[in-house]
């Protein structure tokens, strides 16, 4: 089955799908994504992630016609000419392709990208083991509440992450609060009580988060939205991630210290169970 491309109206081959050299996504970052999965086939969560990419197009003044309704029919139509049973749809908007210029364009249309591919899953040796994660500075601007495509700085730290053989890398401020990974938001847990970093500018309003939160109220485990330091990270008994393509995911090892036991907690196992009944 081939992953498959849409691009301002038409559908491809993945390979065969382009963007004009004057995109301003390409040639600014002027623009914004969203990434959402299938399970067996289903869109999973695709309200929230529409919300969000309207959030994320108000935020950077991007004048479309589109709808939610209108792009979730070209995603279903996308994920069923692809026809895998768990797919990554990613889908960027961008303000359109015209002369360089800093300064937003006139009458140019945005530039609308929708990509479908197989969902590559964290291995069950991953699952089973847990993942470990490298601290990185924060060297990301002001407004990371907004899922643009401008990603650099997450780059270099991914890289900087995968060169030292960790899954992911956190971003802590100077003053040692953690704000969250390069694509993952981040969970302690300390004697039973969880905790994650509350909404602001600084954290990306994670689906899976705010999920795993309400899972959390609504089976009574403790859960705490509030500022988290790296000191306690290093002290926390569990210590996970969540996101679309891993869901709930242990860490078990932070700049290659191991955290509590060292292996899978009880209460990350409970919330990944509650996760997989609510979207498995
Ligand atoms: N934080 C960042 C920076 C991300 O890029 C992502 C997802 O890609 C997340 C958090 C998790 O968000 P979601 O649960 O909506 O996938």
């Known amino acids: 089955m081939?992953?498959?491309?849409?691009?301002?109206?038409?559908?491809?081959?993945?390979?065969?799908?382009?963007?004009?050299?004057?995109?301003r996504g390409f040639q600014l970052g002027d623009g914004i994504y969203e990434v959402l999965?299938?399970?067996?086939?289903?869109?999973?969560?695709?309200?929230e992630h529409m919300r969000?990419?309207?959030?994320?197009?108000?935020?950077?003044?991007?004048?479309?016609?589109?709808?939610?309704?209108?792009?979730?029919?070209?995603?279903?139509?996308?994920?069923?000419?692809?026809?895998?049973?768990?797919?990554?749809?990613?889908?960027?908007?961008?303000?359109?392709?015209?002369?360089?210029?800093?300064?937003?364009?006139k009458d140019t249309e945005p530039t609308l990208v929708i990509t479908v591919r197989?969902?590559?899953?964290?291995?069950?040796?991953?699952?089973?083991?847990?993942?470990?994660?490298l601290t990185a500075d924060d060297i990301r601007w002001q407004r990371c509440?907004?899922?643009?495509?401008?990603?650099?700085?997450?780059?270099l730290v991914s890289q900087q992450a995968?060169?030292?053989?960790?899954?992911?890398?956190?971003?802590?401020?100077?003053d040692g609060t953690i704000n969250e990974c390069a694509s993952a938001n981040i969970f302690i847990v300390a004697a039973g009580v969880v905790a994650t970093p509350p909404l602001g500018l600084r954290i990306l309003s994670g689906i899976t988060r705010e999920e795993v939160i309400a899972l959390?109220?609504?089976?009574?485990?403790?859960?705490?939205?509030?500022?988290?330091?790296l000191d306690e990270l290093l002290a926390a008994d569990e210590v996970f991630l969540t996101g679309t393509t891993v869901e709930v995911l242990s860490i078990v090892k932070v700049n290659d210290r191991p955290v509590g036991a060292g292996k899978p907690g009880l209460v990350t196992q409970q919330l990944h169970e509650l996760f997989r009944g609510l979207a498995g």
């Open 2 to 23: 081939p992953a498959i491309a849409y691009v301002n109206g038409k559908f491809f081959p993945i390979e065969d799908a382009v963007v004009s050299v004057e995109d």
């Open 37 to 47: 999965r299938t399970y067996r086939g289903r869109l999973h969560a695709v309200e």
């Open 52 to 105: 969000r990419l309207f959030r994320s197009l108000d935020a950077i003044g991007l004048k479309h016609s589109f709808t939610a309704a209108g792009l979730e029919g070209i995603i279903v139509e996308a994920v069923k000419r692809a026809g895998f049973a768990d797919s990554l749809v990613y889908l960027q908007i961008t303000r359109g392709a015209t002369k360089r210029a800093k300064e937003f364009p």
């Open 118 to 133: 197989k969902l590559e899953l964290p291995s069950a040796a991953m699952r089973e083991q847990g993942v470990a994660i």
């Open 145 to 155: 509440d907004i899922k643009t495509v401008c990603l650099l700085p997450n780059v």
């Open 162 to 174: 995968k060169a030292a053989g960790c899954f992911e890398a956190l971003f802590v401020e100077k």
């Open 216 to 229: 959390a109220h609504k089976n009574g485990v403790p859960m705490q939205e509030r500022r988290v330091t």
